[in-house]
């Protein structure tokens, strides 16, 4: 919540301030209203089986009216035939109900959960730059699994205690309107706590879950580094400050659920303190012979269920409070805009691409650190089918310039070109459609050999698959493996060499078969053999194709047709590698330091 927000709910509570703390539900309402069938369905059954509970105290009022005397007993044993059968309606049109509503909830959060993800998964990475992955799990899991209990059972008690709540008081009034008064005033007694403790709870449950959502964070980040946090024997300093957040969350926890019994003691008091203040008055006037024991025994059974419909939408209340909390964080989620998006009307890319790049007075700074440049003015172009290297210092900016031309961000000044056109003019996907990139931190899923490359063109067929496989040497250490391009490699590739999943990214690339290869590194885990192997292969599958190539290692680049030198964002130097050397400059020094002297 905001400061704002904060301040607002000090003040007094009011029904469109209750209502507004709720609102974020109503997010969800269009999720729901995609299965109006199933929600009128439900709802029939709803009324059906309240309609059946509120005939059983007419049926009651009769029998005691009428006695129980031995001339009666035709009579009563009819009408306890019909209550059996009242019986079985209100058991059949419950299961109904009851089933309806629960998997109406399965799937609208089956549908938010794919929203959210779809929507989380098309973000621009400057958006991860500043979020915690571990938090943003959370709102998939814990968020929308609270969601799914308010939309599962929690709406299917609170719509049938609404419908049965309103139905008592409509029969209360047409039994007794003078003891419907007393109910009626007793009502705001009951209404008027439950408003004040639900700004509490909905306050207290949304620091509850931000604070799970911290202790999801960074067990996500300790488990997926478990070799680094137990090689760095960091295992106590991991489990304490774990234990610490989960101490944190459990303390709001309890404040929540503090909250939560207080209402319920609140409410369950004054419920039944009416109803005992109620049928005291109603016994008063049998005696004075204003009414029948039969009408005044009608009268209790309504108010019993209206006081315990109203008592059960008390706890609903409660956990609508606790929902909203978590509807309003995935409503933040999905409100967050992706600082890269296609323009309305999209400039079409060249078909076929030619691969010609252009970059032209290019600045950048990371959104994190905006006032670090990481690139200043840099200006280049590479032609199609050419094959440029880059090369630098550590933080030079050589992998920010692939980062810019898959557009996951754009510059500060300055412009990129992809055969021409304007990649802010242009639509991302169709950008990164002509690119093939080998990053230097490869990403396995955890899925088969055979399915992680086809990530590289998910149409392609099991032959392609692996053809593309054995240009990038995959093929040499799968034929060892019994179930071959079947294997599955475990999260983040956790059972392959460094070697192997960069070979597999490689394979990904020769797959992709896109006009322009960006190598970052593709070579840096192999071994001396394997990488002239795989250097062979790239080259192979490099012909007719734009290359751009980051390198720490220049014995990678000396066949580029050019190489470009950056120091601190700046472009310093260009040229052949027998040019860069004659002009004893950066590269000159780098090579001295890789190839001694003689270089």
Request: aromatic residues 6%; charged residues 20%.
């Amino acid at each position: 919540m905001t400061q704002a927000a904060n301040e607002s709910a000090e003040k007094a509570p009011t029904p469109a301030k209750a209502a507004r703390r709720l609102s974020p539900l109503l997010a969800l309402v269009p999720y729901g209203l995609r299965y109006r069938g199933r929600i009128l369905a439900s709802l029939g059954a709803l009324v059906l089986a309240s309609a059946a509970t509120l005939a059983v105290p007419l049926a009651v009022r009769r029998m005691i009216d009428s006695g129980f005397a031995p001339e009666n007993a035709g009579f009563i044993d009819r009408y306890f035939e019909v209550m059996l059968l009242v019986a079985a309606v209100l058991a059949m049109a419950s299961a109904l109900r009851y089933y309806l509503v629960i998997t109406l909830g399965e799937r609208v959060v089956a549908d938010l959960r794919e929203a959210l993800f779809a929507h989380v998964i098309a973000l621009s990475p400057a958006f991860y730059d500043r979020e915690r992955v571990g938090e943003i799990v959370s709102r998939l899991t814990a968020d929308t699994t609270q969601i799914k209990a308010a939309f599962g059972a929690s709406a299917s008690i609170a719509l049938r205690n609404f419908v049965l709540f309103l139905g008592a008081m409509a029969m209360m009034v047409v039994t007794s309107p003078h003891l419907s008064a007393l109910v009626l005033i007793a009502i705001p007694l009951i209404v008027l706590p439950l408003v004040g403790f639900g700004r509490m709870v909905t306050r207290r449950a949304r620091t509850a879950q931000d604070t799970l959502a911290d202790a999801s964070a960074f067990a996500v980040e300790a488990i997926g580094s478990v070799r680094t946090v137990q090689a760095l024997t960091g295992e106590d300093a991991a489990q304490k400050r774990f234990g610490a957040a989960v101490e944190r969350s459990f303390v709001a926890a309890l404040q929540s659920t503090s909250a939560r019994a207080w209402l319920t003691a609140a409410i369950i008091f004054l419920v039944f303190a009416s109803i005992v203040g109620v049928l005291w008055t109603g016994s008063q006037n049998v005696l004075a012979g204003k009414m029948t024991a039969g009408t005044l025994s009608q009268f209790v059974l309504y108010a019993v269920f209206a006081a315990g419909a109203l008592s059960e939408l008390s706890q609903v209340w409660n956990e609508l409070n606790q929902t909203a909390g978590a509807a309003g964080r995935i409503a933040e989620l999905l409100s967050v805009e992706s600082q890269i998006r296609a323009p309305a009307r999209p400039v079409a890319l060249a078909k076929p691409a030619r691969g010609e790049i252009r970059f032209e007075g290019v600045s950048f700074a990371y959104p994190t650190r905006p006032t670090t440049r990481v690139l200043d003015g840099i200006s280049f172009s590479v032609r199609p089918g050419e094959r440029v290297a880059v090369v630098g210092p550590s933080g030079a900016g050589k992998s920010t310039l692939f980062q810019l031309l898959l557009r996951f961000y754009d510059p500060l000044a300055g412009k990129i070109l992809f055969d021409g056109v304007d990649l802010s003019k242009a639509d991302p996907q169709e950008v990164r459609r002509q690119l093939a990139l080998v990053p230097q931190d490869v990403a396995i899923f955890a899925m088969s050999i055979r399915e992680n490359i086809r990530l590289g063109r998910l149409e392609a067929s099991n032959g392609e698959v692996e053809m593309a496989g054995k240009l990038a040497l995959v093929d040499e250490f799968v034929r060892t493996m019994p179930e071959q391009y079947e294997t599955e490699t475990g999260e983040r590739g956790v059972t392959l060499s460094g070697g192997q999943r960069q070979r597999i990214a490689i394979a990904r690339a020769i797959l992709r078969n896109a006009p322009v290869l960006l190598l970052d590194e593709a070579t840096s885990a192999l071994d001396a053999e394997s990488e002239a192997l795989v250097q062979e292969a790239l080259k192979r599958s490099m012909e007719g194709r734009t290359s751009l190539v980051i390198a720490h290692r220049l014995a990678t680049v000396l066949g580029a047709d050019r190489i470009l030198v950056l120091e601190h964002g700046r472009l310093v130097e260009e040229g052949t590698h027998e040019s860069l050397i004659a002009a004893r400059g950066l590269y000159a020094r780098l090579a001295e330091l890789q190839f001694g002297a003689a270089a």
